[in-house]
């Protein structure tokens, strides 16, 4: 019969594989790895599978070498705690050493770095701490030539002479720990193949050491996020190998050095934003053919740009945002960068126009180059940039708005359109020629005193997610289709001239109503692209999902009364409805936004008593009910006790012992009863006022600007 054929031939081979190993698992090797598991607190079921083996070199993430000699250990994400035994070092054939992302504590054991055999050793993403000792002078030449300690809790000072054992050394990943002193340099001195320095997100301070310029091999040095200050030195840049040149989030400064510069020619990557440097983008830059990243937002760099940033062809991003530019980008002739995808000149002193240079750069898909003196007319040529996804134009002096919209409305995968700020005066245009937009998630027209109504043309960006309309000049009532708008939730069309009542319809906006609710599955994401790979994100933005919900049409000139319905929107953070002629009483339904945290009712005709259920919103910090017509007691209780009497300023009829209306005892208000609760929600509160305010309705339109602008 074939069935009993293959079970013998299975039978066989089990046998043999068997035969195989039993000649393997050295007694005293297993005594070492049991005294490994003996010094775990939680081994996660490996306990159990190494004991069923009598022999060691079929157990669960070992392997043996043909003669029964452990090679390897190979235990990652296995959730082992506990500490690492230095019996591991005993294994006199240990090459690979893999316990990466466990909950390991305590220290690295000395044994495992000054191991006679290890060629790689990977404990990232653990908890260990403690120093890293310097390995005994005694200690004669190690093999070790990967070793990743990131992602742990060491601290104290880096080791330096023990690197001098190690002439075999590759890369270090020592990133993201906590360790202190100056960041080594000692790697360079008789190592000849050490090749990448990870030290990042650590708390080195100091200058950069002197020695850097010996590593002949060095091809990837990262140490941003850490407290190193000072220039860098020339020696840096006989470091002719770098790639990858990575040290954002200090505190250097000085100039760079062109023509030094150019000795880093082989440069791919390089990120010095967010530190202190000054003086000029040198010149040299364009001789770094090979580069890119190219990273130098927020620092102290003026000038013009050099011209011959235009020679650098292979460039994908470059990133100048936060400093002190100027001159016209004209300077540089953009026709060359075939690669570039973003580019990032937000916030610096540019004037003059778009040149058209930039339209023949077909890949570009972030555009920031807001907060400038731009300005000038879109010309028809940026229909050439069909990947286009991100536009910030805002705060410049462009003009014509209606020619701007038409150009823009053919970039059809773009998702993040900002150009406030400009077209100061113009007119909303509102015909139904604008059409396309039809990715568009964020929108902000914001600040440009446009005249004019909300224009029909905006009912069909289905996919929009934040509207930003406010400080323009906006007049005729809010439109009716904006619940046809599936996703919006973030509406600000506060300060214009609009009129009417508030719609029925903005009580239906789905998001609003529910939290429920997914984001649009293919909203902007929180970075648009990762490049070389390994390294840094691009550029950050927020993702739009990180807004919170909001509506805001204060400073209009909406009248009627505020609709009960009101209480529907029940994901709302924050509702401002200061500022126009509302009249009637507060909806008590407002009571039912249960995660409202900003209300302002203010500089309304509004009548009637505040509702006491609004004790209920226990998350409610900014509350602001002043100059209105409101009487009786002001209710006690919840968030209440916190507000000021300014949030009640100006209903002379309004009376409360905080006021200097105080109640008679026939109209005091209805006391909740000081509770346990109470305490609880004031905590609460307290976690939410963090969590929630803090990244919540603070993300006002500037702070929007921030990230989009
Ligand atoms: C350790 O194992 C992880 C998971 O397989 C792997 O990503 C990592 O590259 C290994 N470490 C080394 C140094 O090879
Ligand atoms: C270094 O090793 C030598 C010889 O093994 C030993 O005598 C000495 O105590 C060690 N020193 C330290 C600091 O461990
Ligand atoms: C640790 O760093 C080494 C060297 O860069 C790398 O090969 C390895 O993949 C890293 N380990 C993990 C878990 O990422
Ligand atoms: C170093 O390790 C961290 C994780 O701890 C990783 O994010 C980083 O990319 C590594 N560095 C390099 C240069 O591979
Ligand atoms: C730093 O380590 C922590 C804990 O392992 C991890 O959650 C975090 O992602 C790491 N950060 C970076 C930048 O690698
Ligand atoms: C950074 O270093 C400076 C001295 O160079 C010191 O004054 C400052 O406190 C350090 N900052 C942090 C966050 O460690
Ligand atoms: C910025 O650079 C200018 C010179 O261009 C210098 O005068 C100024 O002090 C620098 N500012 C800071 C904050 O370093
Ligand atoms: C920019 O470079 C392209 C290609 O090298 C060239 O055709 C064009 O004339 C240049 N433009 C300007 C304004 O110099
Ligand atoms: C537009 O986006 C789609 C989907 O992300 C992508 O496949 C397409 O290549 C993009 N078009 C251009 C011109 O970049
Ligand atoms: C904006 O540009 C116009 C010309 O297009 C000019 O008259 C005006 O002064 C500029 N405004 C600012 C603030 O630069
Ligand atoms: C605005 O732009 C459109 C399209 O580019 C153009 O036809 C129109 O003449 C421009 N208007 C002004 C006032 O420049
Ligand atoms: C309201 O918008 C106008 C432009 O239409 C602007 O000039 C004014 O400063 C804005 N007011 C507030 C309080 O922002």
Redesign the pocket.
């Known amino acids: 019969m074939p069935f009993s054929g293959l079970a013998a031939a299975a039978l066989l081979l089990l046998l043999l594989s068997m035969a195989n190993s039993t000649i393997a698992c050295l007694e005293q090797e297993k005594s070492s790895l049991l005294r490994f598991l003996a010094g775990l607190s939680h081994d996660n079921g490996i306990a159990m599978s190494w004991r069923n083996g009598i022999d060691c070199c079929v157990w669960e993430g070992i392997t043996c070498s043909e003669d029964g000699a452990i090679i390897e250990v190979y235990l990652v994400s296995k959730g082992l705690e506990g500490q690492i035994s230095p019996s591991l070092g005993e294994l006199r054939s240990l090459l690979y050493l893999n316990l990466s992302y466990n909950l390991l504590s305590g220290g690295l054991p000395e044994e495992l770095m000054s191991s006679g055999s290890i060629i790689v050793l990977d404990v990232?993403?653990n908890r260990l701490d403690g120093d890293l000792q310097e390995l005994n002078s005694s200690v004669s030449d190690r093999p070790l030539q990967v070793l990743?300690i990131?992602?742990n809790r060491f601290t104290g000072e880096f080791p330096s002479t023990t690197w001098e054992k190690m002439r075999s050394l590759v890369a270090i990943?020592a990133?993201?720990n906590s360790f202190t002193g100056q960041i080594p340099s000692s790697f360079c001195t008789g190592l000849p193949s050490f090749a990448?320095l990870?030290v990042s997100y650590n708390q080195f301070s100091g200058s950069i050491p002197p020695g850097i310029g010996k590593c002949t091999a060095l091809k990837?040095l990262?140490a941003g996020h850490n407290n190193i200050s000072g220039a860098l030195p020339d020696d840096l840049f006989h470091a002719t190998s770098l790639e990858c040149l990575s040290f954002p989030n200090n505190d250097l400064q000085g100039t760079i050095d062109g023509v030094l510069m150019i000795k880093l020619s082989n440069l791919v990557f390089l990120d010095l934003a967010w530190n202190r440097f000054s003086g000029t983008i040198p010149d040299s830059i364009g001789k770094l053919k090979r580069l890119q990243e190219f990273h130098m937002n927020n620092n102290n760099i003026s000038g013009e740009l050099p011209s011959s940033l235009g020679d650098c062809t292979n460039v994908i991003t470059i990133n100048l945002e936060n400093n002190k530019l100027a001159g016209e980008l004209s300077k540089v002739n953009f026709s060359n960068l075939h690669n570039l995808q973003a580019l990032g000149l937000s916030s610096n002193y540019f004037t003059g126009t778009i040149p058209d240079s930039i339209y023949s750069c077909g890949t570009l898909t972030w555009l920031r180059l807001s907060r400038n003196k731009l300005q000038g007319q879109l010309t028809e040529k940026l229909e050439n940039l069909k990947s286009l996804t991100f536009v910030s134009l805002s705060y410049n002096n462009f003009t014509n708005i209606t020619g701007s919209l038409h150009i823009l409305k053919s970039l059809r995968n773009l998702t993040s359109l900002l150009i406030g700020s400009n077209f100061i005066h113009e007119a909303m245009p509102e015909d139904e020629t604008i059409d396309g937009f039809e990715n568009l998630h964020v929108l902000a027209i914001n600040n440009c005193a446009l005249t004019g109504k909300i224009p029909n043309w905006l009912s069909k960006l289905k996919k929009l997610e934040l509207l930003l309309l406010h400080n323009n000049q906006l007049s005729g009532p809010i439109p009716t289709w904006i619940n046809s708008l599936n996703f919006l939730k973030y509406i600000d069309l506060s300060n214009n001239s609009l009129i009417g009542d508030i719609p029925t319809a903005l009580m239906e906006m789905p998001m609003l109503k529910s939290d429920k609710i997914e984001d649009h599955p293919d909203g902007p994401r929180v970075s648009p692209f990762t490049i070389y790979v390994?390294v840094s994100l691009c550029f950050q933005y927020r993702a739009a999902s990180a807004f919170p919900k909001m509506l805001n049409l204060g400073n209009n000139k909406l009248s009627g009364l505020i609709p009960v319905k009101i209480g529907q929107l029940k994901a709302l953070l924050s509702l401002n409805l200061s500022f126009n002629n509302l009249h009637g009483e507060i909806p008590q339904s407002i009571s039912d936004i249960k995660n409202l945290m900003g209300l302002d009712l203010s500089s309304n005709h509004l009548t009637g008593a505040i509702p006491s259920a609004l004790v209920n919103l226990h998350f409610l910090s900014e509350f602001n009910v002043s100059y209105n017509d409101l009487q009786g007691p002001v209710p006690i209780g919840g968030q209440f006790s916190t507000f000021p009497s300014s949030s009640f300023a100006g209903n002379p009829k309004l009376c409360s012992p905080m006021l200097v209306q105080h109640c008679n005892l026939a109209e005091a208000a209805p006391t909740s009863p000081t509770s346990t609760k109470q305490y609880i929600d004031k905590v609460v509160f307290a976690i939410g006022f963090g969590v929630f305010f803090g990244i919540g309705v603070l993300y006002d339109q500037t702070i929007i600007s921030r990230y989009f602008g």
Do not use: A, E, L, R
Request: no cysteine; charged share 15%; glycine share 8%.
């Open positions: 990232s993403f990743n990131s992602s990943n990133s993201n990448m990870d990837v990262k390994g």
